[in-house]
């Protein structure tokens, strides 16, 4: 099994379109962290437009923290976008070339050999989210340095440097349980469309989709609790000035579940069709 | 003899009438905070607004006579515009009258209430009342109804009789809740919009805290 | 035998791909599938592999070891983005094999591979692309081997190299080997055994030159004055250029090509004409 890992790792970083795409996504940081800058002096007056009848204020609120809170908002639809694209053409490339073909043809275990390209995703996810999460506090912080953050969610939010840095850190390990969510369906859509384009497409539609569901309200009802699509939010839920904790780790278990349940249709789905 | 009696007669009737456009006691209180050339203080400040969640604050704050006052943080820090001002001295910067509103109670205690009215249109409030400890000399409650910026209620409490500068002061105001565009950020929908639209003016108060003075003061 | 396949049979939605057909091959033997395009030789071959369930029938391979039977399906699929050395020591380490750079050096020996060839292997030509297909196939020494048209896109060089590799594997490391293809050409030089396949049917089998002469009814016999040739008037003779397509039993070629002789008429060739009509001919 150690073999099939190595192997696949091996293979996820020999092919150039793995770096295209990592350096598509540092690119798109860097973009927001900037655009994001330009746009927070608006942001920050808009949100304390009320309060400047009675008040002033001492310090800045356009700090790093306030960027890293702005590209964490952007990122859940640009990241598993490309990480999806990524994912699955780990398989649908071996299926084009035929080389799922050849390595059928050794005596290889077929449900190990999916198993290893879901748990090799899942790292590489994890992988990406924590260089993301380092580059935009590394960078935000660099150029922008720390200070309070102001959030609008309920209400104004203020927390504390160092109370702010640990929510933001907390949200990108939430936020990273999402991107895991959505490799693992990227994998088991190509699986059962094989073909790459389909694939991406299907994969797409299926973030696109879990996007709107998420805004939509259901209602107070175990639908809305239990649906997939309003998992991805949990990040939200540290940006409460109480954290409900009990909530974000019900979510967590939730997502979990949903990935071994996602996870565990593709190597069923994978070991019982015939390879050609 | 009899001109210098006319002429003194005058006289005492001249302050006397020059005496009722400033209550006494109100200079007496002046004159006190007057004799303080500068201090600073360390603040604490707690924000009591329903729709503003912040933690803690602490800041430092320098008053020279004669200058505006000074703010330094480490953080972000909300200062109200009025009620950092122990001075008196921008409600007494232009000419004004006082009026006696006679005596009210807060707590056990009865303190003398006095309006003071100004009289030059660039003073920036319309009206004050100021609630005077007349014994110990010093202010308990000043309600200033400014032009521009909405009112305010100061509260000041003292740990000790002796002191004029208070140790902390509770700013009372009315403010307006927030409108935000939706598409701004994060989870902003559902439930707030119920809120806005019950809501209106609300009320809301800062309470400062204030420690370790460094007072420099004319003996 | 290596491997034996009894009574195979698969369908696809309506259509029957393979109708109750048998293959084996013995350790030294190379096996030919003759078959025509959509005849069902990758079916049968996939079958073989264990890449699909047949429907009815079973596959045997006596062989205990790790990877019994190796081979190249269609073409052979390799990681383009990597060279030749990379592509063996991937799919080495993915069966548990963990090669030196000197073993893996051998196996590219072994087919005939250049070992100092570090670039993609999307550069290579075919014929490269076939032998280190054979070399992947080659992997954990099977004991047989099964190859799926190996001669398609190869130039005649390459055929011919081929061919002469096949032949040393059967022979030095006594691999049962399987080919297949539509050509006769290409297969009745190198097989031992053929087996002819039509519609999913087996229609013929049994050792190969014994099968082409059965089905051999004209001959293709090249002189330079063959139109002058008297003895040829008893046959039906087609005649193109220097060379007579005689119609003739197998066993009277020597006869005649004596006779011509004697006409002073001095053979440069006689190539039998296998008639497929013949070979593929259903009512057996």
Known sequence: MQYLLKAEIYKLFKQSKTYYALGALFSIELLILFSAYYQGTTIIDLLLENLKQKFYFEGTLLNGNLLIYLILNTLWF?????????????????????????????????????????????????????????????????????????????????????????????????????????????????????????????????????????????????????????????????????????????????????????????????HKKDIG | MKRAAILFIFQILWMGLSAQEIDADLLKVKSRLDSILSFSTQLKLEVDISFINMPVKKAQMYYAKGKKVKFSSDDFVMLPKRGLDFSLNSLLEYSFITVDRGLEQRGAKMYKAINIIPTDKRADFSIATILIDTKLKRVMESEINTKKDGSYVLSFQYNTDA????????????????????????????????????????????????????????? | MIISGTNLSKVYGKRKVLDDVSIGCAAGEICGLLGANGAGKTTLFKILFGLITPDSGQVVLPNQSVKPIGGIIEK???????????????????????????????HLIKVGLPTDRTDKVENFSMGMKQRLGIAIALLNNPACLVLDEPFTGLDPLGVSSLRRLIADLAEKEKLAIILSSHIIEELSKLCHTLFVLKEGKLVNAGPAQQLIAENTYVYNICAENIRKALCLKNYDVEYKGNCAMVTIAAAEVPTLIELLAKEQIYITSCTPELSMEKLFETNR
């Not at chain 1, 960078?139 to 840095?165: E, P, Q, R």
């Not at chain 1, 929510?167 to 059962?192: E, N, P, Y």
């Not at chain 2, 009315?174 to 565009?181: N, S």
């Not at chain 3, 030749?84 to 750079?101: E, M, P, R, V, W």
């Open chain 3, 76 to 106: 052979p699929a390799l990681y383009e983005y990597l060279n030749a050395y990379d592509n063996i020591h991937l799919f080495a380490s993915i069966q548990g094999l963990q090669l030196t750079k000197q073993e893996i050096k051998a």
């Open chain 2, 163 to 219: 002191r004029v500068l208070p140790d902390k002061v509770t700013v009372n105001f009315e403010i307006e809740k927030i409108r935000i565009p939706i598409n701004f950020m994060g989870k902003d929908t559902e439930l707030d919009r119920k809120k806005m639209k019950a809501a209106g003016t609300k009320t809301g108060a800062i309470y400062l805290t204030m420690s370790n003075y460094q007072i420099k003061s004319v003996l």
């Open chain 1, 78 to 270: 640009h990241l598993p976008l490309i990480l999806m694209i990524v994912v699955s053409g780990t398989l649908t490339s071996e299926y084009k070339d035929r080389t799922l073909q050849t390595i059928m043809l050794q005596p290889v275990s077929k449900w190990k050999y999916i198993f290893s390209k879901y748990l090799v995703a899942i790292g590489f996810t994890l992988l990406v989210v924590g260089l993301l999460a380092a580059s935009s506090f590394g960078l935000s912080y660099a150029f922008f340095g720390k200070g309070d953050l102001v959030v609008y969610l309920n209400g104004l939010n203020f927390f504390d440097a160092t109370d702010a840095i640990k929510r933001l850190q907390w949200s990108f390990l939430s936020g990273a349980l999402s991107m895991v969510f959505f490799s693992v369906a990227s994998l088991t859509i190509a699986i059962l469309f094989k073909e790459a384009t389909k694939t991406w497409i299907v994969s797409a539609f299926f973030l696109i989709l879990s996007n709107i569901l998420l805004k939509v309200d259901f209602g107070d009802n175990w639908f809305n609790q239990l649906f997939f699509a309003k998992l991805n939010d949990t990040w939200q839920y540290f940006f409460y000035y109480t954290i409900n904790w009990q909530q974000v780790i019900f979510n967590s278990v939730l997502s979990f579940a949903y990935c071994m349940l996602f996870m565990g249709a593709g190597i069923y789905w994978f």
